[in-house]
């Protein structure tokens, strides 16, 4: 190999190297719950196996806000792949029904998402967007936004949809 092919393989392989992801450390609210989801036999098989051999995570954008009603904090998890499939599950975690000192559990499951926001928008209120794609449309311009918005029924004791609608996505800037 000549010595300019040597230089042009050696920077090619920087480059490489500096534009892959910065691996950081899992904070502890990260690792509880992915301990938490992976400890828990309803976790779906495909989120287990993100989390397992950890080409998911838990995002680190944990929301806390009381969706149940009961005057105690709940926890609004995402799971993300990292990639272009964003986050691909939201979970709910609370102690609704149960004493002030005991574990959270997921009071909710939604898996099998897409590049899915979850947000608190108001107290009580769960909004799941995801986008809807048209033929040809490229991942940054869905056609539509699909938001869900949930709220926790005490007679049921689960998050119940109580609307969907679909809006249009912003406009790329």
């Not at 090619?12 to 450390?25: D, G, I």
């Not at 938001?147 to 926790?152: A, T, V």
Request: aromatic letters at 6%.
């Amino acid at each position: 190999m000549t010595p300019r092919r040597v230089l042009a393989v050696f920077t090619a392989c920087a480059a490489a190297l500096v534009l892959l992801p910065v691996a950081h450390a899992a904070t502890q609210q990260q690792r509880f719950f992915r301990a938490t989801l992976l400890g828990d036999d309803k976790t779906g098989r495909d989120v287990r196996a993100l989390l397992r051999d950890q080409s998911g995570y838990v995002n680190d954008r944990v929301k806390f806000s009381d969706l149940t009603g009961d005057k105690r904090a709940d926890a609004v998890v995402m799971i993300a792949t990292g990639g272009a499939a964003g986050n691909v599950a939201v979970y709910v975690f609370s102690t609704e029904g149960l004493d002030e000192d005991a574990d959270l559990r997921a009071v909710y499951r939604g898996e099998g998402l897409y590049r899915a926001q979850a947000t608190v928008p108001s107290t009580g209120l769960l909004l799941i967007r995801t986008p809807k794609y048209a033929a040809g449309s490229g991942l940054c311009c869905p056609a539509k936004i699909v938001e869900r918005r949930l709220r926790w029924s005490k007679g049921s004791e689960r998050f119940k949809v109580t609307s969907t609608r679909e809006v249009d996505p912003p406009k790329p800037a």
